[in-house]
């Protein structure tokens, strides 16, 4: 039997997952990452995405983050997510209606950290509706 990896997931309000699994893929900053036991020790932030949690030669879990930070070592994966949703819970309604905000937000944007604002939603509105896709 292979090792297994503690992962944690975490949301500003609670502590969403903890428990023991085959490996975690991320949607790290610089790319997508996996973290099986006895990985390197690394910390990185994290882009809006799905991680996929693998369990028995399969994805069992896959939850959308709108980003945050991610520390990984040999024996755990703890990411700190911004927001988290389920992907299985996400509505095609809901993820139109976030791209809509994002474009409003954009439209309305007039200072430069507004339009920084607007934009880091655009990126989370797009990735949302990728992750139903």
């Not at 020790?41 to 882009?47: D, K, L, N, S």
């Not at 954009?106 to 604002?117: L, S, Y």
Request: proline share 4%; glycine share 6%; charged share 25%.
């Amino acid at each position: 039997m292979a090792e297994k990896i503690k992962f944690e997931l975490v949301s500003p309000a609670k502590l969403l997952i903890s428990e023991s699994v085959d490996m975690v893929v991320v949607p790290g900053s610089e790319g997508d990452f996996g973290a099986l036991a006895l990985h390197a020790p690394m910390i990185t932030t994290v882009r809006p995405g799905v991680i996929n949690v693998h369990n028995d030669g399969k994805i069992g879990n896959r939850i959308f983050v709108a980003g945050g930070f991610a520390e990984v070592n040999e024996e755990r994966v703890t990411v700190l997510a911004e927001e988290a949703i389920p992907v299985a819970d996400i509505t095609a309604d809901m993820a139109s209606a976030r791209l809509q905000d994002a474009r409003e937000a954009i439209a309305d944007a007039k200072t430069d950290a507004e339009k920084a604002a607007a934009d880091q939603r655009m990126l989370i509105a797009t990735a949302l509706q990728a992750a139903i896709h």
